[in-house]
């Protein structure tokens, strides 16, 4: 079935996305592209043709920026533009100092992906040469052609957003680390563990019984074995544990199950230790503050 006005929902939604866009980066303004770093900040005032109207190196720090934005203000003026777009890439947290400086000033504030930049370097002398006065100049350019997009307001909400979405990621890495670290300490010692569920580290009674074996036994089948085929009462707790929990219907008693060797602290560096250290984190994503002390047993 063919569209009556030859437009799509996608052409409209990028037609909206570019009007936003030449709002904050009209024809009357000229363009700062900023290339911002610790100490040394690259400021250069460029046209819609990215013809470099004014150059200059700012020694500061970017909540120092805001004499560089007046005198970019000065220069396109007196080249005749009406104001100033001020953009930069969004590397680091200085380019929220600098929109929020932008802001103050009521000045229009967009970002350039590193991305983008990085491509755009390749394509201007077909190099991979990186320096300061070059990306500013790089930034401005991508700005006038709108491949720029409108960051996010820097204000409380946004700001806590930010926050949790890197601790996110930071939980799950820290995760994946640690199943890591412990299938490689299974495979070393006890390879047999790994295969008594089809996708063991998504198992709870595989997590509860391997934390029976190595936290509370301390390693020691004999007293594991001891618990028999029932449920499972750990130092006298209730028996909340969940279905399936005993070490012994798990994993079995057969001397093919048992670990190549102890896995003590005090027999082997990669031992209980180990497990403690990562498990806690695995399983509820919080250090422990002493993750590489033995484990007490009971």
């Known amino acids: 079935m063919s569209n009556g006005n030859g437009v799509s929902r996608g052409d409209?939604?990028?037609?909206?996305?570019?009007?936003?866009?030449?709002?904050?980066?009209?024809v009357c303004n000229a363009i700062v592209g900023i290339d911002l770093a610790d100490r040394k900040q690259m400021v250069v005032v460029t046209d819609h043709d990215s013809k470099v109207l004014a150059r200059r190196t700012f020694r500061c720090r970017a909540w120092d920026l805001g004499v560089a934005l007046d005198w970019a203000s000065e220069r396109a003026a007196r080249a005749g533009f009406a104001g100033v777009t001020v953009s930069c890439e969004p590397t680091g947290h200085r380019w929220r100092v600098l929109g929020q400086l932008a802001s103050d000033r009521g000045l229009p504030f967009v970002c350039v992906q590193t991305l983008l930049t990085s491509w755009a370097r390749r394509s201007?002398?077909?190099?991979?040469?990186?320096?300061?006065?070059?990306?500013?100049?790089?930034?401005a350019r991508l700005t006038a052609q709108l491949r720029c997009y409108v960051p996010e307001p820097v204000d409380e909400t946004w700001g806590r957003l930010r926050h949790l979405g890197a601790r996110r990621e930071q939980l799950i890495g820290e995760s994946?680390?640690?199943?890591?670290?412990?299938?490689?300490?299974?495979?070393?010692?006890?390879?047999?563990?790994?295969?008594?569920?089809?996708?063991?580290?998504?198992?709870?009674?595989w997590a509860a019984a391997m934390t029976v074996i190595v936290e509370r036994d301390d390693g020691d089948f004999d007293r594991t074995r001891r618990l028999g085929p029932g449920p499972v009462r750990a130092g006298g707790a209730p028996r909340v544990h969940p279905p399936g929990w005993?070490?012994?219907?798990?994993?079995?008693?057969?001397?093919?199950?048992?670990?190549?060797?102890?896995?003590?602290?005090?027999?082997?560096?990669?031992?209980?230790?180990?497990?403690?250290?990562?498990?806690?984190?695995?399983?509820?994503?919080?250090?422990?503050?002493?993750?590489?002390?033995?484990?007490?047993p009971g």
């Open 124 to 139: 201007e002398d077909l190099t991979f040469d990186k320096t300061d006065e070059k990306d500013a100049v790089l930034i």
């Open 176 to 205: 994946t680390s640690q199943v890591q670290q412990i299938r490689d300490l299974l495979e070393c010692v006890w390879p047999a563990a790994l295969d008594t569920a089809r996708q063991p580290f998504r198992s709870h009674t």
């Open 246 to 296: 005993a070490a012994a219907r798990v994993f079995g008693s057969c001397e093919s199950c048992s670990p190549r060797w102890p896995i003590l602290p005090g027999s082997s560096p990669t031992g209980s230790a180990r497990w403690n250290g990562c498990s806690c984190c695995w399983r509820t994503g919080v250090r422990r503050d002493d993750g590489w002390t033995r484990p007490k």
């Open 12 to 26: 409209r939604n990028r037609n909206a996305r570019l009007s936003r866009l030449r709002e904050l980066v009209p």
